[in-house]
């Protein structure tokens, strides 16, 4: 059955699929750089506050996956935000991460040197969020 | 009319007289500046097939209106003759500090002709210009040159672009170098300069650019920081420097390795690519006057065989051409050879394509060390790679055959080594790879220069790093097809050729949007540019140089890939995937009103405007 987007339940389904992702093992093994967040902005009534996604990454592993406020998720070494619907397109690999960053459509936080030369992993994170069966509370 | 000062002093240096020419408003208005007003000068007072190395093939060294304001991007300049590489219209365009200084000579640019009986350097000092001896300056490298005329004439204020030991000897691809790490490196204008025995340039003067609107013109000053500080391209170009794109372009296929035979290799991006550039070797960033991207870097290489003193880092274009394209992982030995490419006066992408034809003949047996004089020329091995640089530029043994770029090299050596020259018009590929952006392989097709990444802005729209709507492009490019480029491209140009000619920097113009560019214009001039009348000046200029080269002897039979591009790679992103260049030759054709033969036609030349005389020239 299809999980919400951005529920806790998602996120756990999330960690797995980043954790079963063998192409994400590979890309992933250099990333000793931290937590990466995901921002979704609000859009009610599918999301009514905008929330955080933490994925404390490392070595190819996702140890932890949670759902955060703005604030905390604020305060991870790297955070990415986007508007829902933009997250919306990542997830169903409509929009590139990296080409959405570039064009102002996801805005990043973070040392961006780290974040070019870890893009093969980024975007097999962004594989792995295209392996949950979602479902968009606004459809 | 402001922005510009309808003055370019034109220079005979068989006569040693000089003379001023102005234009009629309606040619800065349409052509804006530039090389749009250099292809129009050309087709006035030249044969079209005049030797490029002849005393009458001009040497114009052009600013744009824009040059000489205080606006990010605009410290740029143009130089344009026709090309000894190509034998079709030649241009490079170059930032650093010359181009503001020339136009606070009061002049917008200086058309060169003739030949000096010895080596000479021009003075140009607030619009007087003054022919003085270079006996002392010719054989010397282009950082020690530029270095001498600025103590000579005002080390704080003097301006200096000058060639190298290759301009002199007449290398095909020699650059003119501007303050060590900029150069007009394509399609030879370094050889012309050195053809007319031209050691230097150098500008003093005090004159300040009017513009027409201040206050619209301080408000956009004032947005486009805005935009580059809110923009992640000029954030990355900032931290990493043009080299940033490396290791995501090795994701999508767009890295030339090897001469264009191998698709992927993520040890080299990841030896070669910004993040490690920045790591090991950054000093500091550098910028162009009034820019505060500054994507330029200044590097060193502590020690070891490859040690650099601090002074220019290689860009993206050069970390490719004299690094995966020559399958060379040595980050250390890239930064010297662009050191030395920069000294010498070298364009490095033609020279490092060359060198990579020539290892490829190598290793295919085509040429052996007897042919080299004893240099074995193999991917990945470095040694060579400095012996045949110089050896090129001083035209010595085989660097004779290499210095005449890879398409005359190809048919001087013969053996089927045409096969292995990877050009389009007889310029050589930049390092942005068509197998995995078929656009670009269409751009290089009919770019007006030959094969050319600069004049029209493919690359950040195919690549996704801007959307623009509102001026027909679609929000998303399959970089793999070829269908729909066609009119991507033609947008690209019409939107990129002006940025060219007036003469903003391309990664400025990045983070702008479309309106952006003829407000910038209108503000600076007081011509009434809008969207539509600024991409009809990037089509007027497009048609303007494209019939110049018709009329050089370009045809659609020009209008090509080489053979190494419409062959596929076996691994990467861009595995299996090759252009189809009659798809996109056809679609093109179609949306920029190109005859079969090639030629612009006449209803595309009348819509235009402006075109008459080229449309006579071509027409009768
Ligand atoms: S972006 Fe780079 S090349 Fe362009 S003007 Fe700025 S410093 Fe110069």
């Known amino acids: 059955m299809s999980i919400p987007f951005p529920s806790e339940e998602w996120i756990k389904a999330y960690k797995d699929a980043i954790n079963t992702n063998p192409a994400y093992k590979t890309a992933g093994a250099d990333w000793t750089h931290g937590v990466v967040a995901l921002v979704a902005k609000a859009k009610p009534p599918a999301l ?13 592993v996702c140890y932890d996956a949670k ?10 070494p790297f955070c990415i935000t986007g508007e829902y619907d933009r997250w919306k397109q990542v997830i169903r690999k409509e929009l590139d991460p990296i080409k959405g960053m570039m064009q102002g459509k996801l805005k990043l936080k973070g040392d961006l040197p780290t974040i070019v030369r870890a893009v093969k992993a980024s975007q097999e994170l962004v594989n792995s969020a295209g392996m949950v069966d979602t479902a968009f509370m606004d459809e | 009319m ?17 003379h001023d020419i102005s234009l009629p408003e309606a040619v800065w208005r349409d052509l804006i500046g530039g090389s749009g007003v250099g292809a129009w000068l050309f087709m006035q007072h030249t044969a079209p097939k005049t030797d490029p190395l002849a005393p009458e093939n001009p040497l114009m060294i052009l600013a744009g209106p824009i040059v000489g304001t205080t606006l990010a991007g605009s410290s740029r300049f143009a130089v344009c003759a026709r090309s000894p590489l190509t034998g079709i219209w030649g241009e490079g365009t170059c930032g650093g500090n010359f181009g503001p200084m020339l136009k606070s000579c009061g002049v917008d640019g200086l058309y060169i002709t003739g030949r000096a009986a010895s080596p000479v350097y021009l003075f140009v000092e607030d619009g007087k210009v003054s022919i003085r001896d270079a006996a002392d300056l010719w054989g010397k490298d282009t950082y020690e040159t530029g270095d001498m005329l600025a103590k000579r004439h005002d080390e704080k204020r003097a301006r200096v672009i000058c060639i190298g030991p290759a301009g002199e000897n007449l290398i095909k691809y020699a650059n003119i170098n501007n303050d060590k790490g900029d150069v007009i490196g394509r399609t030879g204008m370094g050889a012309v300069m050195g053809s007319k025995k031209v050691k230097a340039v150098v500008v003093l003067g005090t004159q300040k650019v009017q513009v027409a609107d201040q206050a619209a013109y301080d408000a956009i000053r004032k947005d486009v920081l805005e935009k580059i500080k809110n923009s992640v391209p000029a954030d990355s170009l900032h931290s990493m420097g043009t080299d940033a794109s490396m290791d995501l372009g090795m994701m999508t296929g767009d890295i030339p390795i090897r001469n264009w035979s191998v698709g992927e290799d993520f040890d080299l991006s990841a030896a070669l690519g910004g993040p490690t550039m920045t790591e090991k070797f950054l000093v500091k960033p550098a910028a162009c006057l009034y820019c505060t991207i500054a994507c330029k870097r200044v590097m060193k290489v502590a ?10 880092g290689p860009e993206y274009e050069t970390c490719c051409s004299l690094g995966t394209g020559l399958h060379n992982k040595n980050a250390e030995s890239v ?60 035209r010595d043994g085989f660097g004779d055959v290499l210095a005449e770029g890879s398409r005359a090299a190809a048919a001087r050596i013969g053996k089927g080594a ?17 197998h995995g952006w078929h656009g670009m392989g269409l751009a290089y097709m009919m770019s007006t220069r030959g094969a050319c990444h600069l004049q029209h802005l493919v690359h950040p729209i195919e690549q996704g790093m801007v959307f623009w709507d509102g001026v027909g492009l679609k929000e998303n490019y399959d970089g793999q097809k070829s269908e729909g ?23 400025v113009a990045w983070t702008l949007y479309p309106p952006d560019f003829p407000a910038i214009l209108k503000a600076v001039t007081g011509f009434d540019y809008d969207i539509q009348s600024y991409l009809g000046c990037g089509a007027r200029i497009w048609l303007l140089k494209r019939g110049l080269s018709n009329l050089m002897g370009v045809t659609s039979r020009d209008d090509v890939l080489p053979p190494k591009i419409l062959a596929p790679y ?15 030759r056809k679609e093109y054709y179609k949306a920029r009103g190109i005859e079969a033969d090639g030629k612009p036609s006449k209803a595309a030349l009348d819509a235009a405007g402006g075109l008459d005389e080229m449309a006579k020239r071509l027409y009768g």
């Open chain 2, 2 to 18: 402001k922005g510009n000062w309808n003055r370019i002093v034109g220079i005979d240096l068989g006569s040693g007289k000089t």
């Open chain 2, 418 to 434: 045409s096969d292995l020259a990877v050009h389009v018009k007889g310029l050589e590929l930049p390092y942005h790879d068509p």
């Open chain 2, 485 to 507: 480029k066609g009119v991507l491209v033609r947008i690209a140009e019409d939107l990129g050729v002006p940025c060219n000619a007036m003469v903003l920097c391309n990664f």
């Open chain 1, 48 to 60: 009514p506050q905008d929330v955080g996604i933490w994925l404390d990454l490392a070595k190819g």
């Open chain 2, 303 to 312: 020690d070891g065989p490859f040690a650099m003193e601090e002074g220019p």
């Open chain 1, 67 to 76: 759902l955060v406020t703005v604030e905390e998720a604020a305060k991870a």
């Open chain 2, 570 to 584: 076996k691994e990467g992103a861009a595995a299996g995937s090759v252009p189809d260049q009659d798809v996109l």
């Open chain 2, 335 to 394: 930064l010297k050879a662009n050191e030395l490419a920069n000294k010498l006066g070298m364009d490095t992408i033609t020279l490092g394509s060359t060198l990579a034809f020539a290892m490829d003949c190598f290793e295919k047996g085509i040429i052996n060390e007897k042919d080299t004089g004893g240099v074995r020329l193999r991917f990945g091995e470095v040694d060579g790679v400095f012996k045949m640089m110089e050896m090129i530029a001083r």
